[in-house]
């Protein structure tokens, strides 16, 4: 368990309407990371942070936004959420020092639907 | 563009065989290649990586093989157990983690 929870675990919602997502995580770490993850896609990085409201684009950014303004806490927001957004989200930190190890500890995804 | 791709994209095995996993990439710049694997409703966990000043790293009945010229890496399972199905994905980082499509493996008894 590396102490990162991620709210909600379930959201179905309609196209339009804004989405927040939250990681929160209890061991401080610098790194937090969001993944969304689809079938014939793998895991595609949507954004990352290196700290506290140091935010960059992943490869698969456009249509989120994120915030993080406790280091606990990591947010990804769908301003307008489209049916192209349904997908697992998942929330990752990194323990090392370095802004990238390769090791990446996982929460447990929150499933969206957009109808 | 698929910066790793990963094949096959599902494997059956029996209990007790060998389950190869391939991984190929093309950026040199890459210095760290993870595999992961994913039970169903839980998150990827890392099970084992190499890095490409080694040609093969082994935990227990897990083995990296890794070909730096080739730009290829490959996880081999031995012994495949039933409790080895899950997903399992490669990926490679320089400063962000890339994943492959990833491999359903299924062992049956």
């Known amino acids: 368990d590396a102490g990162i929870t991620q709210s909600p675990r379930h959201k179905v919602t309609e196209t339009g309407t804004p989405v927040t997502l939250r990681c929160h995580q209890t061991?401080?770490?610098?790194?937090m990371y969001w993944y969304r993850q689809d079938p014939g896609h793998g895991l595609r990085l949507i954004h990352y942070?290196?700290?506290?409201?140091?935010?960059d684009k992943g490869e698969v950014s456009d249509g989120y936004s994120v915030s993080r303004s406790k280091t606990e806490d990591f947010l990804l927001t769908l301003e307008s959420a489209t049916s192209s957004q349904t997908s697992v989200y998942f929330c990752?930190?990194?323990?090392?020092?370095?802004?990238?190890?390769?090791?990446?500890?996982f929460g447990e995804g929150s499933r969206l639907t957009v109808l | 563009q698929q910066q790793v791709k990963q094949s096959p994209q599902s494997l059956i095995v029996q209990k007790g065989g060998i389950s190869i996993i391939n991984c190929a990439y093309e950026?040199?710049?890459?210095?760290?290649f993870p595999w992961y694997q994913q039970f169903p409703g839980k998150g990827p966990a890392l099970l084992i990586a190499?890095?490409?000043?080694?040609s093969e790293k082994k935990e227990g009945r897990f083995t990296i093989s890794f070909n730096k010229s080739a730009k290829q890496f490959s996880l081999h399972i031995m012994d495949s157990q039933p409790g080895d199905s899950a997903t399992y994905f490669c990926?490679?980082?320089?400063?962000?983690?890339?994943f492959g499509t990833g491999t359903r493996l299924q062992v049956f008894p």
């Open positions: 942070s290196y700290g506290v409201k140091d935010t």
């Open positions: 190499i890095r490409p000043d080694v």
């Open positions: 950026n040199t710049a890459f210095d760290y």
């Open positions: 990752a930190i990194s323990r090392g020092a370095a802004r990238n190890t390769g090791e990446l500890f």
């Open positions: 061991e401080n770490h610098r790194y």
């Open positions: 990926a490679a980082s320089a400063d962000k983690l890339i």
